[in-house]
């Protein structure tokens, strides 16, 4: 590991993943990571892995950042999902549609405003309509901004709160019923090193972020 050694034992001490959310997580071992490219992580033997769990087959995807959501779900369409994707543009979601289609994956691609628990409803009801079935669902919706505290707007506020935090509630509410009936069904939720500890001037971000993790922490504990 060389000079990287000490960060890597410090890091593997305060480990936390959305992965482990999931039953029997402690069977699994902990694998120090090198670096990422796209939704692939390289360990320091050159050993690959996706960022991802594969073994399911409809994904669901909510807001569909176009960085982020496209590569994983490029990343899911490779491993043979089948998959959902909503952006809040029609955009957003097409071009996330397309790197899937590239790998030959089957998808489903729509706009929706995943802050507004009726439009997550939506999205779930179209996948079922189009697969017959979800496994997974995948909530990264989320916006980022900084600012000193007491300059912070009820608009500024608001927004954070609900794209970050309303927005993973409402994918994984909407989606929960029928991953409980799924064998394999799971959630994973995208949070942030903002929601592991406190950082400078993105206190609201931060308080969004710890939120997302409380959340995953919680249904892990609720749902067992």
């Known amino acids: 590991m060389g000079a990287n050694s000490d960060s890597v034992k410090r890091d593997m001490a305060e480990l936390w993943h959305p992965c482990t959310q999931m039953k029997r997580h402690e069977s699994l071992p902990l694998v120090p990571i090198s670096h990422g490219e796209g939704t692939w992580l390289y360990d320091f033997d050159g050993k690959r892995y996706l960022d991802a769990v594969c073994s399911w087959l409809v994904k669901l995807f909510g807001h569909c950042n176009p960085r982020i959501g496209a590569a994983i779900a490029e990343g899911f369409g490779a491993a043979g999902?089948?998959?959902?994707?909503?952006?809040?543009s029609v955009?957003?979601?097409?071009?996330?549609?397309?790197r899937v289609a590239a790998t030959g994956a089957e998808h489903l691609a729509m706009a929706a405003d995943l802050t507004r628990p009726e439009e997550a409803e939506r999205v779930v009801d179209a996948a079922l309509e189009r697969f017959g079935r979800l496994d997974i669902a995948v909530a990264h919706a989320g916006v980022g901004a900084s600012g000193p505290f007491l300059d912070l707007s009820r608009e500024?506020?608001?927004?954070?709160?609900?794209?970050?935090?309303?927005?993973?509630?409402?994918t994984v509410r909407a989606a929960l019923p029928h991953l409980l009936r799924s064998d394999a069904g799971d959630v994973v939720v995208?949070?942030?090193?903002?929601?592991r500890r406190g950082l400078?001037?993105?206190a609201v971000y931060c308080a969004s972020k710890f939120g997302q993790v409380g959340l995953g922490r919680a249904l892990d504990h609720e749902l067992r």
């Not at 999902?81 to 809040?88: D, E, H, K, L, T």
């Not at 955009?91 to 397309?98: F, I």
């Open 200 to 202: 400078p001037f993105e």
């Open 91 to 98: 955009e957003h979601a097409e071009e996330a549609g397309r």
């Open 156 to 170: 500024f506020v608001d927004g954070m709160i609900d794209v970050n935090l309303k927005g993973t509630i409402w």
């Open 81 to 88: 999902a089948r998959i959902a994707i909503a952006g809040r």
């Open 190 to 195: 995208l949070a942030s090193e903002a929601g």
